[in-house]
Structure formats: C-alpha cells, structure tokens
C-alpha cells in the first residue's frame, strides 16, 4: 500500500527540467530520510538518490533530491531520451513499521 | 561489487506457497538487511520485508501473517516465503539489499515473475 503520494505524469522536451514531488506525512518522510529509484523499461529498478540527495557513482549530476518537511523532490536537468523511466520515491514509516514507496511517476520525453 | 542472482518457481496454483531464494554474490551479510519487493503488472512496487543476519525482520503489515523471509548465510542466500497465494498476488518479485533496517535499497536482483492461476 503506498501511501507517498507523487504524480503519476511528468514530461518535458529534451533539455529541459522536470521537477517531481514526493508527498508523505510526519511518521515517513517527515522523520525519515527519502530515497529515489529509476525503472527504466522492462527492468528491475535501482538506486538513483539516497538519504535525501545523495548520488551514488555513475549517478549523472543531472538528476537531484532534495527533502522539506513531510515532502521531497526529484530534479531532472539537461532532460535527456534515456531519462524515460518510471520513478519511485520511498522512505520508512514509523507508524506502520514498514518501508513505503511512493505511487510512481512516469516521465516521458516528448 | 555485490551481486543478486534471484530463482524460484514461476507459475503456482490458488491456495499453493510461493518460495523464492536470492543469492548474494560478492558480497557479505554482515551490517546489512536484505529485502523483497514485488510489482504487479502494470502497477507499483510495494515492499514485503526484510531480515538481517541476527534474524530480525520486519514485514508488511498487510501480508504479515502470510510472509516469511530467512537468510541461509553458509549459503550466501535468503528465500521468500508467501502461503495461501491467490491471483492478487500475481507479480514480479524482486529481492535487494538495504543499506539498514529500512534504508536505500541497491542492488536489486534481476526479478522473478510469478503468475497464480488455476
């Protein structure tokens, strides 16, 4: 059951920018740190922002986190074709003792 | 560079258990918690549990008394177990490894679809 909320659309022209929103409550990510994860087509997905804002290496500078309060944000620069995915936020929740990911949001590049 | 190698069965009947194993190549599973996810077609990935090598798990409330996950470390590999499956529970199961008890998950295994139907 997810219970992060995020748009289930983006999109954007190659080069632009797309923001996406991750939105939780107090007992996830408002106390918790936030996770991002790419699924591109037809793969399992992977680790693409970790505690907050972090990339791990051969993560591209393009893509960005950042976290306020009960909600967090996915930034994707320089929008490219390959950046066409399925993306995921998730985080712990303390009320329900579990990890939550978020609903999805799907970017396409037009 | 760890690696997950995940097998199991893919087609079960209504009512049968669903096992699945991950092994861990590469890698340790010392510090670490090691974890199932699954996606139904079309949909979201939803967490199942995790378990780490003292044995401590924590497990989806909502599959809770129908999920077990061990870890089997002189085999370097940890297994899902779901009883009772029904064709909710058609999905693509992956496995990965947290970082900690509820932290980033990488890396991810390379999924197991696993169809119920009678």
């Known amino acids: 059951q997810s219970v992060l909320t995020q748009p289930p659309s983006a999109s954007g022209t190659p080069g632009q920018r797309v923001t996406i929103s991750c939105s939780g409550s107090?007992?996830?990510?408002?106390?918790?740190?936030v996770h991002w994860y790419q699924q591109l087509p037809g793969t399992a997905p992977t680790l693409l922002i970790y505690i907050n804002d972090q990339r791990p290496s051969g993560v591209p500078d393009r893509f960005s986190g950042s976290k306020s309060g009960t909600s967090a944000s996915l930034a994707i620069s320089g929008l490219q074709s390959g950046d066409e995915a399925d993306y995921y936020c998730a985080s712990w929740d303390d009320s329900l003792q579990g990890y939550v990911f978020g609903t999805g949001t799907k970017v396409t590049v037009l | 560079q760890v690696q997950l190698q995940q097998w199991g069965a893919g087609l079960l009947k209504p009512s049968e258990t669903l096992s699945l194993t991950c092994g861990v190549y590469?890698?340790?599973?010392?510090?670490?918690?090691w974890s199932w996810i699954r996606q139904p077609p079309g949909k979201g990935l939803e967490w199942l549990g995790e378990v780490n090598q003292r044995g401590n798990t924590h497990y989806n409330p909502s599959l809770k008394r129908r999920v077990t996950i061990s870890l089997d470390t002189s085999k370097n590999q940890f297994s899902l177990n779901l009883t009772s499956v029904t064709a909710a529970d058609t999905a693509m199961y992956y496995c990965a490894r947290a970082r900690g008890s509820g932290s980033y998950l990488s890396p991810w295994g390379q999924g197991t679809l696993v169809t119920v139907s009678s």
């Open positions: 107090t007992s996830d990510i408002g106390s918790n740190t």
């Open positions: 590469g890698g340790s599973f010392s510090v670490y918690y």
